[in-house]
Nanobody
């Protein structure tokens, strides 16, 4: 069994910065992809950023390129999303999404979602 737990949501003023984290726990051999998605009210869930196991530079949605930075600590099965110069349109529930191989080198690979954490950007 694998669980993802996000933390760091809150209320931020426009132009401010905030950092989210997400940690996976359970029977984990390796986390291949760590990603962040977000969903605003009335909108579809969209990918914000993702980072592969061996990479150091993530891929980003155009709307956050240059403002957000994804990073990961493989030893802790944790990913971080540093958000700078936040805008009201960044307001959403943010979800982490991992591709995980469980148990050992021959274990199954599955996708997991966190429960989400609210980020609100408002004066």
């Amino acid at each position: 069994q694998v669980q993802l737990e996000e933390s760091g949501g809150g209320l931020v003023q426009p132009g401010g910065s905030h950092k989210l984290s997400c940690t996976a726990s359970g029977s984990i051999f390796r986390v291949y992809v760590m990603a962040w998605y977000r969903q605003a009210p009335g909108e579809e869930r969209e990918m914000v950023a993702d980072l592969y196991y061996t990479d150091t530079i993530g891929k980003y949605a155009d709307s956050v390129q240059g403002r957000f930075t994804i990073s990961r600590d493989n030893a802790k099965n944790t990913t971080y999303l540093q958000m700078n110069n936040l805008k009201p349109e960044d307001t959403a529930v943010y979800y982490c999404h991992f591709q995980i191989r469980q148990r050992d080198v021959n274990g199954p690979v599955n996708l997991y979602w966190g429960r989400g954490t609210q980020v609100s950007v408002s004066a």
